[in-house]
């Protein structure tokens, strides 16, 4: 047997008996060390090697501002914000979930982070308002998604580094499309709200909605900071996470005064967990991608990519399918990790830009955290709401076909995404 045969076999046992994938991984690594009678350093080594990089410093700090962010009232400011403009738009609850989706895309750079803040808020109040829970817990999933594909992206941020393309390049190109699928989102809410007769929540005065804006102000400027200042040139990516975590700390003690220096602990732990468990899947899937390189396994995949058309569209197609199942087995990170050593030189070989290949990997992905058997998003939403994961997943539908609308328009209009170099 290859040592890669026995790499994908213990991957694929592990993964279907439950185990989470940064331990698939990992223990299959191993494992395929142990077959092929490796230095047992190389384990160690290897996964080291993978943390060792100034760019994925900008994991922990992102996760940091959004931790700092969520516990210092950022998300209930954003949606009374959302509400004060849309209130008398039918179903106007369902519209501030989209747009809270946006706005948090831009805060936090994790959508099931968003997901959880979101619908924790949000399903309670439209289960009130009588609106259909499973339409309910299936927006709030696909509107925390979001958060996978606004700048800052976690999953972007570990595009770049794999793919060795611009971050600022990325997150810029990443804005339009994000918004689309918001939009796309509120349109599709609104045309279900006029079916259902969903209620509106009532006109808020112009001076009601200048309060509202003042007070959400300094969480909407947390984005426009680092766009500005990654494109500008003041600060990289990773510096603009330092940037940002600092500021999410002064406006959540000094102004919004949510949270105190007893509360910073537990701030500092959340974060840190969550940037644990992001750097064992990064750690873990550079190994498990390493020992598939030994086997040039990367290699041979692309030549049968290569071998099956030298259509450039039909292998774009065939290539968007290739990554819509992978999301829906693996994780964004993991997955982009993986594939990204494989599918960008084919994508360079066809002429695609890698910024908008690395937007076409991303929203393939992100559609995996909507999709079973292990959509992180979909799941977060059917534990908050109580609706079973076949019945969400029926109404998830629609908005994958809005997901697949703009994945189309980034495949095969590369204008949509290469404008910013």
Not at 91 to 112: D, K, T
Not at 163 to 179: E, K, N, T, W, Y
Not at 364 to 375: A, C, E, K, R, Y
Request: charged fraction near 10%; proline fraction near 5%.
């Amino acid at each position: 047997m290859s040592i890669g045969f026995v790499l994908l076999f213990i991957f694929a046992v592990l993964l279907i008996i439950g185990l989470p994938i940064g331990f698939c991984l990992a223990l299959a690594s191993l494992g395929a060390i142990f077959y092929a009678d490796y230095p047992l350093t190389v384990f160690s080594q290897r996964m080291f090697t993978a943390l060792d990089s100034f760019p994925l410093m900008a994991i922990p700090l992102f996760m940091l501002a959004g931790s700092l962010m969520s516990h210092g009232g950022i998300t209930k400011r954003i949606i009374s914000f959302a509400l004060g403009f849309v209130g008398n738009i039918r179903g106007s609850l369902a519209q501030v979930v989209a747009i809270s989706g946006i706005i948090m895309g831009g805060i936090s750079g994790s959508g099931v982070a968003d997901a959880a803040a979101i619908g924790s808020i949000m399903i309670p109040e439209m289960n009130r308002r009588k609106y259909a829970t499973d339409f309910s817990a299936a927006l709030v999933a696909c509107s925390g998604a979001i958060g996978l594909i606004i700048p800052p992206s976690i999953a972007i941020i570990i595009y770049g580094v794999s793919a060795q393309v611009s971050i600022g390049d990325l997150f810029l190109a990443a804005v339009l499309p994000g918004v689309c699928i918001g939009l796309g989102f509120m349109s599709y809410s609104y045309y279900i709200a006029r079916k259902h007769n969903y209620p509106t929540e009532g006109t808020v005065s112009h001076k009601e909605k200048v309060e509202r804006f003042k007070a959400a102000i300094w969480a909407l400027l947390m984005p426009v900071i680092m766009m500005w200042g990654i494109r500008g040139g003041v600060f990289t990516a990773t510096e603009g996470g330092a940037v940002v975590a600092v500021y999410a700390l002064v406006i959540s003690m000094f102004v919004y005064k949510e949270i105190t220096v007893k509360d910073l602990p537990q701030i500092c732990i959340d974060a840190a967990v969550s940037t644990a468990v992001i750097g064992t899947i990064i750690a873990a899937t550079s190994l498990f991608g390493w020992l598939l390189a030994s086997e040039q396994i990367p290699q041979k995949i692309a030549n049968f990519v290569l071998s099956l058309t030298d259509n450039k569209y039909i292998l774009l197609f065939l290539i968007n399918i290739l990554l819509l199942i992978c999301g829906m087995f693996i994780d964004s990170g993991p997955a982009i990790m993986l594939f990204a050593p494989i599918l960008v030189p084919v994508a360079q070989s066809l002429g695609v830009d890698l910024v908008q290949f690395g937007l076409l990997m991303v929203i393939n992905l992100t559609i995996g955290l909507l999709t079973p058997p292990v959509g992180t998003a979909m799941y977060v939403a059917s534990n908050i709401s109580g609706v079973p994961i076949h019945t969400l997943s029926k109404s998830l539908v629609p908005f994958w076909f809005i997901m697949f609308a703009v994945l189309f328009v980034i495949t095969y209009v590369p204008a949509f995404t290469v404008w910013v170099h």
